[in-house]
């Protein structure tokens, strides 16, 4: 018998002894191979004209995984990609791993700067390079000493120049179909890196392992309730959280990709109609798009489709005017460090015989933890005590269990203070309700003290969203003499619409306490990240300048 690890003392009617009948590493990896398996000529992928079987898929993966083994990746080395949601990102989340190496997949809006800190920092061994990207690419590489071999993705849908002569269809083409690659020998094994975008000092790179990764995306099938086969559209980028671990979730329960370079409004209700989607995913951005569409593209859905919503806490306000088009929102949290989404506003049956308005402000919160996330608490930071379930006491939002990062790459420093404790702080600032349930306040940063008072920049927000006219709203700390901080609005109106900046304010304080209002409101286009994020250390100094 090949015995893994020695038994333990024990019954020797319970054997402890793990052994290769009994016991192989968790990976996501082995999702991909099943899919082919059962469902060959099920499809993966598509995008535009474009058509991919898992069949195909899974030799395409390992004929890349051959030729990247063949150019010297090997277990540990990172290979990054910079593309959009295309199917080659897609296989790179199989195939990378596949030869044991790390995938580092980058957020295409990013400058030349970051680009190259992030190649440096990482040690990338291969680029993988969308043609739209090619040109910060080369300004990227100007300063890096070792440049990584970089590989030329042909999308058609892309207009910029070639990267290199490799080219990424006959790069793979030449690849063993029959490719022998093999599991990890540990699921604690590295599968990605993710790095976080940084909005003071260098950006960060977050760790996951195959353990992490499998068990999330299983998670995310069962909370959920994806079922088999579901059509999920990629409104979400994937170089974010690896899509929230939505490829390996996709490839477990055989379902169908539709890739898109760019989202909007139109290619959502035209993909929804010609694929019949079931899922997608996306930052409270998405449901601006779907709400704001154009009369003539927007329309009520004959069957509801499913959309997760994360990046930003949704206002309850957006969340009812786009569930009563017939999208069914599931709300989750979490960040980079915790594989993306680690906390989901369960629904219970008891909330159905609410009203709509009711049942939104239900929704807004951020839930309760994942099913595979071992503990969620909001816990003085100081004494890392739970705070009162009180709904009123705030705490800081802390994890622990699988589904948290191995820890930030080649940073000691950063690492200590993540994990002081026992716990992931994630630096959010929530408290918890009386039936177990956090509601976000806002980040640690981002809390506004005025006059000694606590002021939620994200209850402001809610508020402004629910006004009629207001497209989109965010809140930032302006300094003042008197009171130290006070609120400053940001908002951007829908088309055609006047409000004043009085008249916003006075729509406030007929909604909260007066000392909770914005002292100050700015017209204009709200600062965004690739994900959807409202970039607030711009808001505070653009509110500090006025």
Same mark, same amino acid.
């Given at each position: 018998?090949?015995?893994?690890? *020695? ?6 009617? =319970? ?10 590493? $968790? ?10 398996? #059962?469902? &060959? ?7 535009? !004209? ?31 990609? %910079?593309?959009?949601? +295309? ?17 580092? /997949? ?20 291969? $680029? ?13 590489? @100007? ?12 999308? &058609? ?18 690849? *063993? ?8 020998? *540990?699921?604690? /094994? ?48 994937? =170089? ?39 899922? =997608?995913?996306?930052?409270?951005? +998405? ?13 009520? $859905? ?40 680690? #906390? ?23 839930? #309760? ?12 930071? *100081? ?26 790459? !080649? ?28 509601? +976000? ?13 606590? %002021? ?46 009085? @008249? ?10 007066? =000392? ?11 600062? !965004? ?18």
């Amino acid at each position: 018998m090949n015995v893994i690890k *020695d038994a333990q003392p024990g019954d020797n009617d =319970f054997p402890l002894a793990k052994h290769t009948a009994n016991y192989t590493p $968790l990976s996501p990896l082995s999702f991909l191979k099943r899919s082919a398996e #059962v469902y &060959p000529e099920y499809t993966a992928l598509i995008h535009g !004209k474009r058509t991919l079987t898992y069949g195909e898929v899974y030799t395409r993966c390992r004929q890349l995984a051959h030729r990247l083994s063949q150019h010297g990746v090997k277990a540990g080395d990172v290979v990054s990609i %910079i593309a959009p949601n +295309i199917p080659e990102l897609y296989e790179a989340h199989f195939a990378v791993p596949m030869c044991g190496a790390i995938l580092n /997949a980058i957020n295409t809006r990013l400058e030349a700067k970051t680009i190259a800190y992030i190649l440096g920092h990482a040690q990338t061994k291969v $680029l993988l390079v969308d043609r739209d990207s090619t040109s910060v690419v080369q300004k990227a590489l @100007e300063s890096i000493s070792n440049p990584p071999l970089i590989i030329d993705i042909n999308d &058609p849908g892309a207009s910029g120049e070639a990267a290199s002569e490799i080219e990424y269809e006959a790069f793979l083409s030449t690849g *063993d179909v029959n490719y022998q690659w093999l599991m990890p020998e *540990d699921e604690w /094994a590295s599968i990605a890196l993710n790095y976080t975008s940084g909005t003071t000092g260098e950006p960060k790179g977050v760790v996951y392992h195959h353990r992490g990764a499998y068990m999330n995306a299983m998670s995310n099938i069962t909370g959920w309730h994806m079922g088999a086969h579901p059509v999920y559209l990629w409104t979400l980028p994937m =170089f974010h959280c690896n899509g929230w671990c939505f490829p390996w979730s996709l490839a477990a329960n055989a379902g169908v990709s539709i890739c898109a370079r760019a989202i909007n409004a139109e290619l959502i209700y035209s993909s929804i109609e010609k694929h019949d989607v079931t899922h =997608f995913c996306g930052a409270p951005i +998405i449901l601006n798009f779907i709400i704001n569409a154009d009369p003539a593209i927007a329309r009520k $859905l004959e069957k509801p489709v499913e959309v997760m919503t994360a990046a930003a806490p949704p206002p309850a306000s957006v969340l009812q005017r786009v569930e009563a088009l017939g999208f069914h929102v599931t709300h989750v949290y979490g960040l980079t460090e915790t594989y993306g989404p680690a #906390v989901m506003c369960a629904w219970k049956t008891e909330w159905d015989s609410l009203s709509a308005k009711e049942q939104s402000i239900l929704k807004a919160r951020q839930g #309760v933890r994942y099913q595979v996330l071992d503990e969620l608490d909001v816990m003085n930071p *100081d004494t890392m005590q739970p705070v009162p379930r009180d709904g009123e006491t705030i705490g800081e939002i802390m994890f622990r269990g699988n589904i948290v990062m191995r820890g930030y790459f !080649k940073n000691k420093e950063a690492n200590e203070a993540a994990f002081a404790g026992g716990w992931f702080h994630s630096g959010d600032l929530a408290v918890m309700d009386p039936d177990g349930y956090l509601r +976000i306040l806002d980040r640690a940063k981002d809390i506004i003290i005025s006059g000694g008072e606590n %002021i939620s920049s994200i209850e402001i927000e809610d508020v402004l969203y629910s006004h009629p006219d207001v497209l989109e709203a965010a809140v930032a700390a302006k300094n003042d003499e008197h009171w130290g901080e006070t609120p400053c609005a940001f908002v951007h109106l829908v088309n055609g619409a006047s409000v004043t900046e009085e @008249e916003i304010i006075n729509y406030c304080r007929e909604k909260m306490a007066h =000392f909770k209002c914005p002292t100050k409101v700015v017209f204009r286009e709200l600062p !965004k990240t690739s994900t959807g994020k409202v970039q607030k250390f711009q808001l505070r100094e653009w509110a500090n300048e006025l």
